[in-house]
């Protein structure tokens, strides 16, 4: 069992591949369903859309009304982000900043769909947009791994350390970082930045292989996402799944 998102980014990096300095991360932490919700708004919005930018930006002030509602805010904001003007732009930033917290994620959305739109303008070429569950930072995806200790074994501060040299070590040889790892019964729950044009199970797989050197503790299967972080009830559900599939 390798529960990936690997699959996809093969063909993501297969697409992309060739032009990674038009690939802009998106290095916030929201929820995929919302960044789904938002993307298929916006998307049918701007089809029938048939203001021009001065009218929509004349419709910012709405933004800050109490008489408007979320819905109409979640419309102004997303048309405010077609318009490629850095007044637009800047009205979006603002609203940002205020903090409003119904619609924080939204206009985060709303605001990168615009850095994307006055950037293609100003440098007169396309760029892609990649966004995840988990975010990235600095042009890197974040990843969250899950690996657990075999049957039989136990872990161990030894191991603990074993698992932290070993990963840092190869993370640090693929430009990745290792953000946290947290120890949970048998479980190590990884977070880390890589590269997109990094294959995630060879990564991986090497850094559990390092890790057998000192004992063969690890069990070779793990599970690595980008959608959302796990919590321990779920990569329990998982492994189970996966052990009683096995004594089948």
């Known amino acids: 069992m390798e529960n990936t998102d690997e699959n996809i980014n093969d063909k993501l990096r297969e697409v992309l591949g060739k032009m990674p300095d038009k690939l802009k991360i998106f290095d916030g932490t929201i929820d995929i369903g919302l960044q789904l919700e938002y993307f298929e708004f916006s998307s049918g919005l701007k089809k029938k859309n048939t203001l021009s930018g001065d009218e929509i930006i004349a419709l910012s002030p709405e933004l800050y009304s109490k008489d408007a509602g979320v ?26 900043d205020a903090g ?6 939204w206009a985060i959305l709303a605001f990168q769909e615009s850095v994307m739109l006055l950037e293609a303008s100003l440098l007169e070429e396309t760029r892609v947009f990649l966004s995840s569950g988990l975010g990235g930072r600095d042009g890197k995806l974040r990843y969250q791994l899950v690996i657990a200790v075999k049957e039989g074994y136990e872990m161990s501060d030894y191991r603990e350390k074993i698992i932290i040299n070993e990963f840092e070590t190869e993370l640090k040889a693929k430009k990745s970082i290792l953000e946290k790892i947290e120890f949970t019964g048998k479980y190590s729950i990884i977070e880390a930045l890589v590269p997109f044009d990094v294959n995630l199970r060879e990564l991986f797989r090497r850094a559990i292989r390092e890790c057998n050197r000192y004992g063969n503790f690890i069990d070779t299967d793990f599970v690595v996402t980008n959608i959302k972080r796990l919590e321990i009830d779920e990569i329990e559900k998982i492994f189970t799944g996966r052990n009683n599939q096995e004594k089948q």
Do not use: G, H, T, W
Not at 79 to 93: F, G, H, K, Q, T
């Open 100 to 105: 409003d917290r119904e619609l924080k994620n």
């Open 71 to 96: 819905d109409r805010k979640k419309e102004i904001l997303v048309l405010l982000s077609s318009v490629d003007r850095p007044e637009a732009y800047r009205i979006i930033e603002k609203f940002v």
